[in-house]
């Protein structure tokens, strides 16, 4: 096995000195400390970054604030064909921006090439689309008329100001491309604050922004740890703020946004995403749809499911067959094209995972399979299965974000339903069977924001998606994503 070679601009991009990405242009941090950037793959620093300070924060909003006075003027057209551009940009410089994306996170390069950029770069033609389309309506009032006067109203969509967006590391790219091109098409500039983990990718794009035909502060870039993401939220200057992540900080977020003068918040949490097999689902069609719910990028997806419901007749062969395809899958370097597995994005997560292993033996579970961290200098947890006992067990309730997969039998249709949503958690879930009646039924009473028949992660652009429960608040996608951004205004007119 050996890995592809590093492009000589992704050499030179790595080894450059990164400083922030501010009014169109690179500008030095008011302070100097600095981040290191590890490939989880390696364990070996590839950059380092600029930690920001609350005088980086000011400048940063102060160009926000400029740069939305002359986007929000923009024709919608014009904001349309800018995205439009960037997207045919991401494409041009596919190869580029997966070996970054791969190098800063451990994303298998496949993933990092299909996902991070191909579907990046889609989700930006969807949203161009929108430009032109966003749109207010009139109204006739009722009110009454004494000296022959007449009323009539209307309403406006007005972008809400200056946005703040905040990326995990999971997908680092193509989340980032969600909320700048939210942000964009209805007018707002944007503040971008990537994970300390995987800050690099955004960057680059940042420069292909500007190259598109972005104007010098509609998208400004401030790495950092936390305490910059909790500053701009509580910047005066920022209007919104649109969180991506676990559940404990999204509430922590919330509150800060609340506190801020109401802030409006946009929340895409995490959760303990459920995927039910009814009892004639075929076992090899079950098997697939496990691996695709449950390990894709090694299970760090906010809407892969962890919790897995079999009938108690079909359970033991299908953990059976899975242990048996886990047990084949390659798992090597992310940036060796025949890899199908690769390391979580930092060490970190990789120990927080270790620690649940601890406890699932100390409850007594079942492991099936994996259930340790793999040896050597990279970030590498090997995929697991467990069979949990009894309902409160910590496999079957907490957020693992990693590639373990906990299982659980049940006997009637009713005690599945009562199961999946046996939950604090409301993203995602999936029903997986060959009577599509049967579960068009199902879907209503099951508390999730997105449900999926027989697939399960897979989001497209058209379709809302948000959780319900602990886990968010406000829906990306679709035409949904236009009131969060949007500040609705009511005009009255008497003549």
């Known amino acids: 096995m050996s890995d592809i070679a590093l492009l000589p601009q992704v050499e030179a991009f790595l080894g450059r000195h990164h400083a922030l990405f501010i009014d169109g242009r690179y500008v030095e941090s008011q302070g100097s400390q600095t981040l290191d950037v590890i490939n989880p793959a390696t364990g070996r620093v590839i950059a380092q970054v600029s930690d920001a300070t609350g005088g980086d924060i000011d400048a940063a909003v102060e160009s926000s604030r400029r740069g939305f006075k002359q986007w929000s003027q923009a024709a919608p057209a014009v904001r349309g064909l800018v995205l439009l551009k960037l997207a045919d940009l991401l494409e041009r410089h596919r190869e580029e921006l997966a070996q970054i994306e791969t190098c800063q996170s451990g994303k298998i390069i496949q993933i990092s090439r299909a996902f991070e950029v191909d579907q990046a770069a889609h989700f ?115 209007n919104k703020v649109s969180f991506t992540g676990s559940v404990p900080t999204g509430i922590a977020v919330g509150r800060a946004a609340m506190g801020a003068g109401l802030t409006r918040a946009t929340l895409e949490l995490g959760g303990k995403n459920s995927a039910g097999f009814l009892r004639d689902i075929d076992t090899e069609v079950a098997v697939n749809g496990i691996i695709e719910a449950g390990f894709l990028h090694s299970g760090q997806i906010c809407a892969a499911a962890e919790r897995f419901f079999v009938h108690r007749s079909q359970i033991e062969p299908i953990m059976d067959s899975l242990a048996q395809r886990l047990g084949k899958l390659n798992i090597g370097s992310p940036l060796d094209e025949r890899t199908e597995f690769g390391p979580v994005t930092h060490r970190q997560h990789q120990q927080k995972l270790g620690e649940f292993f601890v406890r699932a033996r100390a409850q007594n579970n079942t492991i099936i399979h994996g259930g340790k961290l793999m040896e050597g200098p990279g970030c590498y947890v090997e995929p697991t299965i467990i069979f949990a006992n009894r309902r409160d067990d910590a496999l079957l309730n ?98």
């Open 124 to 238: 930006l033609r969807y949203y161009a689309g929108w430009a032109t389309k966003i749109n207010g309506e009139t109204i006739t009032p009722s009110l009454p008329s004494f000296a022959g006067e007449r009323y009539t109203a209307f309403t406006l969509r007005e972008p809400v100001g200056v946005v703040v967006g905040i990326v995990p590391w999971n997908f680092s790219t193509m989340i980032a491309i969600w909320k700048l091109a939210s942000a964009l098409v209805t007018g707002c500039s944007i503040i971008i604050k990537p994970s300390e983990f995987t800050p690099l990718t955004i960057l680059r794009v940042a420069e292909l922004a500007i190259e598109a035909g972005l104007p010098a502060g509609a998208l400004n870039v401030l790495t950092g740890g936390g305490q910059v993401g909790k500053g701009l939220i509580e910047h005066p200057g920022t």
């Open 398 to 495: 907490e957020e693992t974000f990693g590639p373990i997969a906990t299982f659980f039998p049940y006997d009637s249709e009713e005690e599945l339903l009562d199961l999946m949503n046996d939950t604090p958690y409301g993203l995602s879930a999936s029903l997986w069977t060959n009577d599509l009646g049967k579960a068009l039924r199902m879907v209503p009473a099951i508390e999730a924001g997105t449900v999926w028949v027989n697939m399960h992660t897979l989001l497209d652009p058209a379709v809302p998606f948000g959780g319900s429960k602990s886990s968010g608040i406000g829906r990306e996608f679709g035409s949904a994503f236009i009131d969060d951004y949007t500040e609705l205004k009511s005009v009255m007119i008497r003549y």
